[in-house]
């Protein structure tokens, strides 16, 4: 099992920063990517970036591509996703998930098999 908890969420204005934090607990060891999804109301949650652990390749969905940026540090076993240029849009729970499943695209949230609780993000305008 891996645990996930997520922090870093809160209010900005647009145009403003954050940066997302989830730290890995459990057996990492076994952990092949991580990525972040979000979930506005209403809508269906949605891939944002995600980390192969293994190599540390990253992917990322085309509206957040030079704002967003998904880093991890394994000696602590946290992944980061810093938000820059924030828009009202970008508003709504973010989730972190890890897969052990090897080889897997790491875009789809049918890959992971550990999520966190979740952040709320919300941007003002």
């Known amino acids: 099992q891996v645990q996930l908890v997520e922090s870093g969420g809160g209010l900005v204005q647009a145009g403003g920063s954050l940066r997302l934090s989830c730290a890995a607990s459990?057996?990492?060891?076994?952990?092949?990517?991580m990525g972040w999804f979000r979930q506005a109301p209403g809508k269906e949650r949605e891939f944002i970036a995600a980390?192969?652990?293994?190599?540390?390749?990253?992917a990322y969905v085309a509206s957040v591509k030079g704002r967003f940026t998904i880093s991890e540090d394994n000696a602590k076993n946290t992944v980061y996703l810093q938000m820059s240029s924030l828009k009202p849009e970008d508003t709504a729970v973010y989730y972190c998930?890890?897969?052990?499943?090897?080889?897997?695209?790491?875009?789809?949230?049918?890959?992971?098999?550990?999520w966190g609780q979740g952040t709320q993000v919300t941007v003002s305008s």
């Open positions: 459990g057996r990492t060891f076994s952990v092949y990517g």
């Open positions: 980390i192969n652990w293994r190599d540390g390749t990253t």
């Open positions: 998930a890890a897969t052990n499943f090897l080889h897997t695209t790491l875009v789809q949230a049918g890959e992971y098999n550990y």
